[in-house]
């Protein structure tokens, strides 16, 4: 509940439109009441032969209710549904705000599709929150209390059979369906989250199913999971619509009671006959709105579980990003140097300890490598110097300011970075290169292409998702050639060229050490060939450093460096 009262917050921001939508639409609700009575009195006085002028006044005021709820009820839709676009939009804003600090830790707990079906689906499922919960009560207990109030005036019995066909209609009704429909929703959702689970999964993994041959398995149990979806959502519409229907049958029963009851009332005397077809009349259209509170209970658990499975990610304990305040928003532009005191950090759910206990400095300008097993913790340091994950202790120091109080954007500012995997957009070469900087030139995109040996690349050459077309070489140098592109002084380069022959990797490490010759640079490396032109090697293993100095004085300690070099040197 607590959830969908901060979605009714952010319903609120649309005041405006929301009391011009229950004005319009208590208009519209009571004008079709007034119409209804109005023609059912005409029809009784006609009878009558009254004056002719009586008939004229009567016919003009039905022409004019029906004038006055036609514009009101226009009035009503356009600004509900302009309040519920605005709201829907609000809410996506809103939760994606909340949702990006959390990445990556997000994605450690919840699989993507799962994410997927809760930014389009229960956001979605959230537009009848205010088409169908929020703001139809109001109007319809307006024009109730209204239409009440005039009968009263006539007959009090008829007052309060109306009365307790509101009470039907709008609670007990409703109340029973709903006992059934909580129970379907959760399976509907719980079906969908899956289904959008399972199509995600199988889209990333559509190539390896393919070579491994369990397409056709994948395929059927996907089937299987959309029939169950389906047969959720059929379980749900005909409890909806059973619902209507009972309560639209239950409103022609009252307004019968109406007209027996009604008709007793003026055999004895207590209501003139006059009256009569007039009340029966306003019987039979009071209860319009009222129709769709049979569903009112049932939107109300949905939005109330939609609002919550939003809420239960941004504000899950184990996903939350434990950062103290920023006040650091923009760096200086200058190579910084970087300083790790005594971090540890362990992975979101991991048993083993990333890295235990490790110092290290990197002088500004400084060129270093980073060199070990494989899961020896080098990646998580690089992430950790980007502040994209958080130590749970120590201290990361960006000259001498404290990265806690660092904005992310201010270091990714700074950064020119080259991950294991790069994304590529779908779009041009000149649309993938200009994620760099939006003012960049094509004579320097050009530019940056030719650094990476990528001078036959167009920069009109289209790109398919995920870079497709690109082989793993190719996507690595255009990962460089948006670092040769980015502002910044700081590069973090892992396994930049891992898929690139030596030839082509030697001429482009010169380029790049040219380049970044004022700039500090962080390069993880399984290859030990060309470090001798770093300042400084460090040897990780099991997230500790077990040796570093420069190249030489590695090779002379003999040590674990010394053995990886001349096993190397073996295997070439
Ligand atoms: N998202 C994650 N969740 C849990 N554990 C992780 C995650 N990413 C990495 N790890 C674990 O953390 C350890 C260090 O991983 P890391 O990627 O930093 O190693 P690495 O030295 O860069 O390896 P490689 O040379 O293979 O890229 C590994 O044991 C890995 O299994």
Known sequence: MSALLKVIKLVLIEKKDIVIAVICGFIAGISSVGLFAASGYLISKSALTPPFYTLIVLTSTVKLLGLVKAGAKYGERLYSHRATFTILSNLRVAFFEKLTPLVPNVFQKYRSGDLLARVVGDVESLQNFFLRVFYPPMVLLLVFISTIFFASFYSMEIAVILLIGFLLTTVLIPA???????????????????????????????????????????????????????????????????????????????????????????????????????????????????????????????????????????????????????????????????????????????????????????????KVAIVGASGSGKSTLLQIALKLLQVQNGKVFWDKQDTASIAGEAIWEQAKVVLQENHFFYGTIRENLKLAGAELTDDQLKAALTNVNLEQFSLDQQVLENGENLSGGEKQRLAIARAFLKKGHLWLLDEPTSSLDALTEQSIYQRLFEYAKEDTLILISHRLQGLDRMDLIIVMDQGNIIEYGSYQELLNKEGYFFQMKTLEESLL
Request: proline share 4%; charged share 20%; aromatic share 12%.
């Open 176 to 366: 029973l369906f709903t006992l059934r429909q909580v129970k379907i929703n959760g399976k509907v959702r719980n079906e969908r989250g899956e289904l959008s689970t399972y199509i995600t999964e199988m889209m990333f993994g559509f190539r390896d199913l393919k070579l491994f041959q369990q397409l056709q398995t994948k395929q059927n149990h996907l089937i299987s999971q959309s029939e169950a979806y389906i047969a959720q959502q059929k379980a749900k519409n005909i409890n909806k619509i059973s619902s209507q229907s009972f309560n639209g049958f239950i409103t022609f029963v009252v307004s019968w009671f109406v007209l027996a009851f009604g008709a007793y009332l003026v055999t004895n005397g207590t209501l003139e006959g006059i009256f009569l077809a007039m009340l029966v009349m306003v019987s039979l259209t009071v209860f319009e709105p009222a129709a769709p509170m049979a569903v009112f209970p049932i939107y109300m658990q949905e939005s109330s579980d939609a609002s919550k499975r939003l809420y239960d990610v941004v504000e899950d304990p184990d996903v939350q990003v434990n950062e103290t305040k920023a006040t650091i928003f923009k760096l200086p532009d200058n190579a910084p140097s970087l300083h790790f005191k005594e971090i540890q950090f362990t992975h979101q759910g991991d048993w083993r300890t990333t890295i235990p206990n490790l110092s290290l400095t990197i002088p500004s300008k400084s």
